[in-house]
């Protein structure tokens, strides 16, 4: 590493390093600075010089000081040992730099990615002799309980015949399992390890068509706003909204095979609180704990900003590299805003022309590329896999006209907006009713119709034309007051408070709550729009609106979400047959 | 190209001419000075100057290069020349001697004494920039505060490593709530070593006398450790404050095992000061003027709160801001609200009622209350009492706006009694003197008496069982 001076220090300006005398740098090469090693990254080149964006803090770096090149770009390693580790924005590990450097993280400290100690179980599924092409399986290490990892082939080999391969029992990631004989007679020895530059999005055999929802357990994204697997999402919302909070209920309760949970520029201590719940946390589908599928990136707001530019793409590669195994991987990126403005900090530094709002001119661009890495792929080996993108999205003073989120917006296709009024009475999830759309209904309602008896998307349907309503009845009401609205329209008004407290709330502390099952939503669903049917049915009978809202069988829809195990759908029916009986015997007294 | 001797005959000449003084500077602009023709000097290399007069002060590389160096002068420019004015590069970053000792006294904001009286100097010397703290070596903050302050105690929890801003405006009661939370906070049944580091940063003269006032009578003074960075000294300085003043929470908090409570006001004078040199270089603005890098900086001194693994010690953070022209979607209080656990939002509407504190709790919020409160650290009924007070405040609101266009008269009974629960709530559950220290229990209990005035089918944040033992009592 210290062989190849790229050239010398010539001026610095905080994270970023002008550099002369540049020899053979390349673009987007990794470079160490000084003595002290710090690692960065070469982002221009012109006339004998080059700008290097360090990924570290800068102090101490003098004029004159060597550059060393490492001929490689940025890139990450990829193997088996990733699941449950936390790493920071350059995927160092968080756990091993704590030995070295203690509480705090020193500068210039590395340490290798994977453990290369540990021994993993390899089992063989090729014969010497094999073909195989680029992205083929060679053998399987069971990662964890829940993840088998497939090792294969490199992308960078087209195409090899297996000379050799090792039999089933326990090596490290250093170890070298197979050689491979390549078309031109070179050999190659393979490990259970290989590097993938963080830029550069992994190749695929072919892109698939979304087909299925990523189940959440949130009523209001599953039932309302659905997500597609391989979809993207943007999650806005001012600072107190619930965006972490939202984000760590998906990481923790949705249906993916891997959570990669990236957080960038956000607060240290909700790292701790991730790191310190999601292990005693069971998957309800699998009752294992929830750290077995999941990665974590912390970079938080305190440590360099270029690391943090590069978490984002840190994160992704790794989701790209379980989605090439065949796995329904999840991406949860808080906050991406906090990539945008790293962006806009190092593009200050570097005195570039600034476009809305001091971001570059470059900020859709670079938005695009991180979210169309998302999808439902057919990888090189043939198996499907998708990266589904969940990016919060912090627009300042919450005001929604903002660059980063009117970008966002152009490049995802659904949008959860968190309503900062909702979050002040403790609505929680925030999302808003109003705001948030969907495209991907079209997707998901085969699936849907499937598990609901195809009553999902007429049910949809009629819930979102009453909140509409309710909507405008809302703006009378504050005009004259509800007094004047006759029943009909006040039960209306009835109906949605009740949706709101009883389905759109979910409380993220109540073990039955914090999960809901696909059944619940459907049943709980039915049974408010049966209330709203058969009520509005006997007001125009007759019957008094205050007599109906008075049921102590509404007081129990109110609390179903708390009080109805996830499984329990007998339970439904009871209360189905409550509501039926109740309602009936007030139609009753009145109809005389 | 030089080969690995020559670097490092120049890593060996770099040593030696550190401390070398060099004299005559090429431009002086506001407070950067601007040096040609050095040795190689390192990025936030510790500088000092010396004037024309043989005074000294300090500064710090802003930007090098092999051409010009710029160097940033914490007390400022005024009476240096281009000709006379020495300079010196030390050679190591900026770094403050810390000890116990300097708790009871009152610096200025690069950690030297404000009345001629020499600081004891400690052994340890350290770094002002601080280093970022390991995720992983994190303890997660759960203990709770008790400030004797209703509305923060029941709705916006202090918990002990929390950092909570509190966003004011000018003329409000700001300073007296932090005295008093100073003066009150204690987590109970545990005798913690306690005291208080508190950062001035262009406050007016009067401000720091009245935080010393409150601390000397409440006995506390010889447990503060003071950095004034008043409204007429230099404005560079307000820029390193903050810094000195973590700097040595740190110490004391980190390798002295003690519970630190740091009081850092006004953290707009503070963005401001740093406005000023983003200008004054000619750095791209972003929002509002602030530089990009606002947020990275202002991180850069919150998340140095917090508790550190089998370090024993924590700090609090209580950051103070006024919000220009209360507007909470100004930059500085916006990107605050992205990075602390939390936020204490003042309203001056609540203040001309003379309601003490004038804390609006429904944009308030305390992110890590969630683990620190309920069965076994507050009461078991807490976290559904707090929802519950804030979903029904929050439908006063709604009543009120209601009410102010139809007429009081004309709303339902059920509307009325909701106007009831809000008077109550903010007359008798948020109103409360300066001096009244009220316990957790007596706090939720007058939570429970608001929300007697509310029918019980209302409740729907509470479970039947809560509801039963305490509604109505």
């Not at chain 1, 830029?199 to 997500?227: C, E, K, M, N, W």
């Not at chain 1, 938080?300 to 994160?315: D, F, L």
Request: charged fraction near 25%; glycine fraction near 10%.
């Amino acid at each position: 590493m210290k062989d190849r001076i790229v050239g010398q220090v010539k001026r610095v300006n905080g994270p970023v390093i002008l550099i002369k005398d540049v020899t053979d740098a390349a673009m987007m090469e990794m470079v160490r600075i000084g003595e002290q090693q710090l690692i960065g990254e070469v982002v221009k080149l012109h006339d004998g010089s080059a700008t290097v964006q360090v990924y570290e803090d800068a102090t101490g770096i003098c004029p004159g000081d060597n550059v060393y090149g490492s001929g490689m770009s940025l890139s990450v390693e990829l193997g088996p040992g990733l699941i449950g580790t936390i790493y920071d924005g350059i995927q160092r590990p968080l756990e091993k730099l704590m030995g070295v450097s203690g509480a705090y993280i020193s500068r210039g400290v590395t340490f290798p990615a994977l453990d290369h100690e540990k021994k993993w179980p390899f089992v063989p599924t090729v014969e010497v002799g094999a073909n195989l092409t680029r992205g083929m399986v060679l053998g399987e290490v069971l990662e964890t309980e829940r993840v088998m990892h497939k090792i294969m082939v490199p992308p960078s080999i087209d195409e090899c015949v297996v000379a050799n391969i090792v039999g089933e029992g326990s090596y490290t990631v250093e170890d070298i399992i197979a050689t491979v004989v390549l078309p031109d007679g070179r050999e190659e020895k393979l490990t259970m390890t290989q590097r993938w530059p963080i830029r550069v999005p992994r190749p695929v055999h072919d892109r698939l068509p979304l087909a299925q929802p990523l189940i959440t357990g949130l009523r209001v994204i599953d039932s309302l706003f659905p997500l597609a697997k391989g979809g993207t999402v943007a999650i806005p919302g001012g600072f107190g909204t619930g965006k972490t909070m939202t984000q760590h209920s998906i990481a923790q309760w949705c249906d993916a095979d891997i959570i990669v949970y990236i957080g960038c520029g956000e607060r240290g201590n909700e790292m701790t609180d991730v790191l310190r719940e999601f292990p005693q946390l069971i998957d309800p589908r699998t009752g294992q704990s929830l750290m077995e599928r999941t990665l974590l990136i912390a970079n938080t707001s305190n440590m360099p900003v270029s690391a943090r530019e590069a978490s984002i793409y840190t994160g992704i590669t790794m989701a790209e590299y379980y989605r090439d195994q065949g796995y329904h991987v999840a991406i949860m990126a808080d906050s991406t805003s906090r990539w945008a403005e790293a962006l806009r900090e190092l593009s200050g530094r570097m005195e570039e022309m600034p476009a809305e709002e001091g971001f570059p001119a470059y900020l859709p661009t670079r938005i695009a590329q991180f979210y169309e890495r998302a999808g439902l792929m057919q990888s090189l080996s043939g198996e499907t896999g998708s990266v589904s993108i969940i990016g919060a999205v912090s627009p300042p003073g919450g005001d929604f006209s903002e660059p980063v989120t009117q970008h966002t917006k152009r490049f995802v296709r659904c949008f959860w907006g968190l309503d900062r009024s909702l979050a002040s009475s403790r609505h929680f999830p925030a999302i808003s009713w109003i705001d948030s759309y969907t495209e991907y209904l079209a997707e998901v309602q085969p699936w849907w119709s499937q598990h609901s008896e195809g009553t999902w998307q007429i049910n949809r349907q009629k819930i979102m034309e009453l909140l509409q309503k309710e909507v405008r009845l809302q703006q009378i009401v504050k005009l004259v007051g509800p007094d004047a609205l006759p029943d009909s329209q006040n039960f209306i008004l009835e109906v949605c408070t009740l949706f709101k407290t009883a389905f759109l709330q979910q409380d993220a502390f109540s073990e039955i709550d914090r999960f809901c099952s696909v059944g619940k939503q459907v049943r709980m669903l039915d049974l408010i729009l049966e209330y709203y049917q058969r009520g509005s049915d006997a007001i125009a009978k007759g019957v008094p609106m205050v007599k109906i809202r008075r049921l102590k069988v509404i007081q129990e829809i109110a609390r179903m979400r708390l009080t109805i195990e996830n499984e329990d759908l007998a339970a439904f029916d009871k209360l189905q047959l409550r509501l039926e009986r109740s309602i009936d015997q007030l139609g009753g007294i009145y109809e005389d | 190209m030089r080969t690995k001797e020559e670097t490092l005959l120049v890593h060996t000449d770099r040593l030696l001419l550190s401390g070398r003084e060099y004299r005559g500077t090429s431009r002086i602009d506001g407070p950067l000075v601007y040096m040609r023709n050095t040795h190689p000097v390192g990025y936030g290399e510790l500088v000092e100057i010396t004037a024309p007069d043989g005074t000294h002060r300090s500064g710090q590389v802003l930007e090098t290069s092999d051409e010009v160096v710029v160097v940033q002068v914490f007390e400022g420019t005024e009476g240096l020349n281009l000709p006379g004015t020495g300079m010196r590069f030390m050679g190591e970053p900026l770094t403050l001697p810390v000890s116990e000792q300097m708790l009871g006294r009152v610096m200025n904001g690069l950690g030297k004494s404000r009345d001629g009286s020499t600081i004891p100097q400690g052994a340890v010397e350290k770094d002002v920039n601080g280093q970022p703290i390991n995720p992983t070596a994190r303890e997660y903050p759960r203990d709770f505060i008790q400030t004797g302050i209703s509305v923060i105690d029941g709705m916006t929890t202090l918990i002990q490593g929390q950092k909570v801003p509190i966003f004011s405006g000018n003329g409000l009661d700001h300073n007296k709530l932090a005295a008093q939370i100073a003066r009150q906070a204690k987590v109970r049944g545990s005798s913690g070593d306690f005291c208080i580091v508190f950062a001035a940063m262009g406050v007016k003269h009067d401000v720091a006398k009245y935080f010393i006032d409150s601390f000397e009578e409440s006995g506390v003074l010889d447990n503060v450790a003071l950095f004034l960075s008043l409204a007429d000294d230099p404005s560079i300085e307000r820029t390193i404050t903050p810094k000195t003043a973590l700097t040595l929470a740190e110490h004391l908090a980190f390798d002295k095992g003690k519970q630190v409570l740091v009081i850092m006001t006004d953290m707009t004078n503070y963005c401001e000061a740093l406005r000023e040199i983003g200008t004054m270089r000619g750095e791209i603005p972003s929002r509002k003027g602030y530089p990009g890098y606002l947020y990275s900086n202002l991180a850069e001194l919150y998340e140095r709160s917090g508790k550190i693994l089998g370090r024993g010690g924590s700090i609090t953070q209580l950051p103070i801001l006024t919000m220009p022209n209360d507007d909470i979607s100004h930059p500085v209080p916006d990107l605050t609200g992205y990075i602390t656990e939390g936020q204490i939002v003042f309203d001056r509407s609540m203040q001309a009622r003379g309601i003490y504190p004038p804390i609006n709790c429904l944009p308030s919020l305390s992110r890590l209350m969630k683990d620190g409160i309920g069965e076994g650290m507050t009461r078991g009924d807490h976290p559904h009492l707090a929802n519950q007070l804030f979903a029904s405040y929050s439908h006063v609101k709604d009543v009120q706006n209601l009410a102010s266009v139809i007429g009081e008269e004309e709303l339902t009974s059920l509307d009325k009694q909701y106007l009831e629960f809000g008077n109550f709530f903010e007359n008798k559950f948020v109103n409360q003197s300066f001096t009244e220290d009220r316990s957790i229990e007596q706090t939720l209990d007058i939570g429970w008496e608001a929300l007697s005035k509310l029918p019980s089918e209302e409740l729907q944040r509470l479970s039947d069982d809560e509801i039963a033992e305490h509604y109505g009592k």
